[in-house]
T-cell receptor, first 111, second 116 residues
Framework: QKEVEQDPGPLSVPEGAIVSLNCTYS??????FMWYRQYSRKGPELLMY????GNKEDGRFTAQVDKSSKYISLFIRDSQPSDSATYLC???????????FGAGTRLFVKA | GAVVSQHPSWVICKSGTSVKIECRSL??????MFWYRQFPKQSLMLMAT?????????EQGVEKDKFLINHASLTLSTLTVTSAHPEDSSFYIC????????????FGAGTRLSVL
């Protein structure tokens, strides 16, 4: 079993839709949870960062962490064609010695 | 803040030559830097982890003599692909950790290497 599972997609939605991206993990030691966005032939860009459980909102993006279920989500409201990219989840332990990345979900938002 | 600069963005070289890729943290001190390789439509593959002033730790299957990593200062790490061959053609991405939130990795823009 992989430490982090993420559906690679692709996920195709119409413009304006609410997008839900998810990851599950197995290591209960993970405390830091990140979401990155990667455009084609570019490096990943940090979108959201949360510590432990709870929600965090930034504009159209909301990150949720449910540690009891070992499940994290990223919601994108009013999705735009410019949101089309690969979204990677990542998580690390308190010492930060180990960061595990999901495989990434490819998202296409159609105009 | 937390900007990582990677240079060059694209390099084409002849088979047998060596190529150096630079990774700089511009506004923070990077205690740890990471080098990844990524094939088209695939996920990041960690190649090595380097801490400033010490030897890099390579992942299993990564040739140390082929991919030389130097982390000479808290703001600069370099990856040298020695005697490059067409199978080394790939997208190489660096990341650095040590900014505001120490558990966060900040990525460079990546380098596309094409070996002819």
């Amino acid at each position: 079993q992989k430490e982090v599972e993420q559906d690679p997609g692709p996920l195709s939605v119409p413009e304006g839709a609410i997008v839900s991206l998810n990851c599950t993990y197995s290591n209960s030691a993970f405390q830091y949870f990140m979401w990155y966005r990667q455009y084609s032939r570019k490096g990943p860009e940090l979108l959201m960062y949360t510590y432990s459980s709870g929600n965090k909102e930034d504009g159209r993006f909301t990150a949720q962490v449910d540690k009891s279920s070992k499940y994290i989500s990223l919601f994108i409201r009013d999705s735009q064609p410019s949101d089309s990219a690969t979204y990677l989840c990542a998580m690390s332990d308190p010492g930060g010695f180990k960061t595990i990345f999901g495989a990434g979900t490819r998202l296409f938002v159609k105009a | 803040g937390a900007v990582v600069s990677q240079h060059p963005s694209w390099v084409i070289c002849k088979s047998g030559t060596s190529v150096k890729i630079e990774c700089r943290s511009l506004d923070f001190q990077a205690t740890t830097m990471f080098w990844y390789r990524q094939f088209p439509k695939q996920s990041l593959m960690l190649m090595a982890t380097s801490n400033e002033g010490s030897k890099a730790t390579y992942e299993q299957g990564v040739e140390k003599d082929k991919f030389l990593i130097n982390h000479a200062s808290l703001t600069l790490s370099t990856l040298t692909v020695t005697s490059a061959h067409p199978e080394d053609s790939s997208f190489y991405i660096c990341s650095a950790r040590g900014g505001g939130a120490k558990n966060i990795q900040y990525f460079g823009a990546g380098t596309r290497l094409s070996v002819l």
